[in-house]
């Protein structure tokens, strides 16, 4: 499997979870103030992972580095409470790594969005 894959799989896997985790936890309140990004994520997440190869990279990493910043933000609000959001945390670990890695692998390929047929001749506007 390749990273583009396996990146597509961790996508759709954050989003199922972070949608069923909605119901389990019953965290479909008027209250809780994590309702709207995460589903806001979830949607993303699997817009991000359907998308063609050269669009994908950049999109998941851009996606996974949002999650990253909400559970973090869940993390701190179990943290206050003093408890440990295990969930969260393994969320903030796991779309960090996946989100540098995608971002590597985008980059390392010089940044490339389109395939070179689609790119001007050098010296062209």
């Given amino acids: 499997m390749t990273l583009i894959g396996f990146g597509r799989a961790f996508a759709v896997l954050i989003s ?8 389990v936890n019953d965290s479909w309140r008027g209250d809780n103030l994590f ?10 997440l699997l817009v ?9 990279a ?25 408890e440990l ?16 890695l995608l ?3 985008h980059f390392g390929k010089g940044g490339r969005t389109a395939p070179r047929s689609q790119e001007a001749p050098r010296g062209t506007v």
């Fill in 58 to 82: 950049p999109a998941m990493g851009l996606t996974l580095a949002m999650c990253t910043g909400v559970f973090t933000a869940s993390v701190s609000s179990y943290a206050v409470r003093g």
């Fill in 35 to 44: 309702l709207v990004p995460d589903l806001i994520l979830c949607a993303l």
């Fill in 48 to 56: 991000a992972a359907a998308l063609p190869a050269p669009y994908a």
């Fill in 16 to 23: 199922v979870t972070t949608f069923v985790f909605l119901f």
């Fill in 103 to 105: 971002q590597r692998h």
């Fill in 85 to 100: 959001g295990t969930a969260s945390l393994l969320g903030v670990v796991g779309c960090a790594a996946m989100a540098v």
